[in-house]
């Protein structure tokens, strides 16, 4: 047996949308497709309160791209996006929804960002993720979505950290890029930590 985890593929982070990913279309076919040879289908939904933290609108001072500090913690500034019940977060239109079973919203909280599926930033809170993966009785993961560098990345290392077997499916996936090489260290990082890579460009 073997889940499919679809991160994060809504409004805002397709080309036009409020944190647009380059290409973050492309990957829409192949996800749909891919969805017809797992046993299971669940997908995660950046999902957060206008006021959110994460946002540079709710931060004085601060610009789209800043890193400033909450918590301790490393904070980028994003654009606001995926409002919660807003049509930037809703699941993409060309999605196939119709074998998802499971839908996690993640990045609820207005105090923390969350760009894993499993925990916030903080490892504070998880979400409902990993308990449904028991009860489904799966621990073979094969992971795609938006963006593979912060919420593919974080979903595939705490996925490892919490004993699951991990596919990357790389044509299925696409990143911000925010530094120019984010999106391969982010590729080498997942690889280091034991992901199999498949399709790897
Ligand atoms: C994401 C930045 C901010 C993602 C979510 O889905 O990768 N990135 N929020
Ligand atoms: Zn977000």
């Known amino acids: ?117 499993f925990f916030d930033n903080h490892r504070k809170n998880e979400t409902s993720l990993h308990q449904i993966l028991s009860g489904m009785n799966e621990s073979n993961l094969n992971i795609c979505g938006l963006a593979t560098d912060y919420c593919v990345l974080y979903t595939v290392l705490d996925a490892i950290s919490l004993g699951y077997t991990v596919r990357l499916h790389c044509d299925a996936i696409r990143g911000v890029n925010l530094h120019p090489k984010d999106v391969e260290n982010a590729l080498h990082n997942m690889e280091q930590a034991g992901a199999t890579l498949l399709e790897r460009p």
């Open 1 to 117: 047996m073997a889940a499919l985890i679809i991160v994060d593929v809504q409004n805002d982070f397709l080309p036009g949308g409020a944190l647009a990913v380059p290409e973050g279309d492309k990957i829409i076919e192949r996800i749909n497709h891919l969805q017809t040879e797992y046993e299971h289908v669940i997908a995660t939904m950046d999902w957060h309160p206008p006021d959110h933290c994460s946002f540079a609108s709710n931060n004085k001072g601060t610009n789209v791209g800043d890193t400033i500090e909450i918590d301790s913690l490393p904070q980028i500034m994003w654009p606001e996006h995926c409002v919660q019940g807003s049509f930037g977060a809703s699941f993409a239109s060309e999605l196939d929804i119709r074998l998802i079973t499971e839908v996690i919203h993640k990045g609820t909280n207005l105090d923390i960002d969350s760009y894993s599926g």
